[in-house]
T-cell receptor, first 111, second 113 residues
Framework: EAQVTQNPRYLITVTGKKLTVTCSQNMNHEYMSWYRQDPGLGLRQIYYSMNVEVTDKGDVPEGYKVSRKEKRNFPLILESPSPNQTSLYFCASSQGYNEQFFGPGTRLTVL | GEDVEQSLFLSVREGDSSVINCTYTDSSSTYLYWYKQEPGAGLQLLTY?????DMKQDQRLTVLLNKKDKHLSLRIADTQTGDSAIYFCAEGAFSGGYNKLIFGAGTRLAVHP
């Protein structure tokens, strides 16, 4: 089944404790992206990647890092999480200009 | 800059039609999208319309685009309780080899008996 998976689905952590949210897609898509969803703000793009070893900042990249060492994986790294990064995070992938497929989301709470 | 606006809540009676409205600012948008988010789930593409079209119909869904006013609407006929969800409007612009999406805040649709 074609899908985008994210882990973990739920995470509660404390300020400053490094964490990684994984994202994997099995559709051989070149393009992958991370979004955060906040009430009243919709989805905002954090980082995106056009292909392996090619990443770029989205609209709200501060406090986040990403890497793209393999085509299927695009982890989101929070080196020193802060409470304002409490949010619902979505990973998405697509091929060229086609439809973006979204993962199920990761709900992160930073205390 | 780019901005997409939509009302936050809509409540309808089961069996009635729902109309969710959206306005956008980027006249260079190539496609306009409607995504559905059910509780605890990711976003699912419902339908989309190319920017040179006025209307698109897909079963119970009708999308209307007024490019002059930069206004997009989604009509759901015979709304059912299973349609209760958050609906996101998004504009897409082809940028450097991919389709950059700008999302609205989402409209929460509540369907009551």
């Amino acid at each position: 089944e074609a899908q985008v998976t994210q882990n973990p689905r739920y995470l509660i952590t404390v300020t400053g404790k490094k964490l990684t949210v994984t994202c994997s897609q099995n559709m051989n898509h070149e393009y992958m992206s991370w979004y955060r969803q906040d009430p009243g703000l919709g989805l905002r793009q954090i980082y995106y990647s056009m292909n392996v070893e090619v990443t770029d900042k989205g609209d709200v990249p501060e406090g986040y890092k990403v890497s793209r060492k393999e085509k299927r994986n695009f982890p989101l790294i929070l080196e020193s999480p802060s409470p304002n990064q409490t949010s619902l995070y979505f990973c998405a992938s697509s091929q060229g200009y086609n439809e973006q497929f979204f993962g199920p989301g990761t709900r992160l709470t930073v205390l | 800059g780019e901005d997409v606006e939509q009302s936050l809540f809509l409540s309808v009676r089961e069996g009635d039609s729902s109309v969710i409205n959206c306005t956008y600012t980027d006249s260079s948008s190539t496609y306009l999208y409607w995504y559905k988010q059910e509780p605890g789930a990711g976003l699912q593409l419902l339908t989309y319309i190319f920017s040179n079209m006025d209307m698109k119909q897909d079963q119970r869904l009708t999308v209307l685009l007024n490019k002059k006013d930069k206004h997009l609407s989604l009509r759901i006929a015979d709304t059912q309780t299973g349609d209760s969800a958050i609906y996101f409007c998004a504009e897409g612009a082809f940028s450097g080899g991919y389709n950059k999406l700008i999302f609205g805040a989402g409209t929460r649709l509540a369907v009551h008996p």
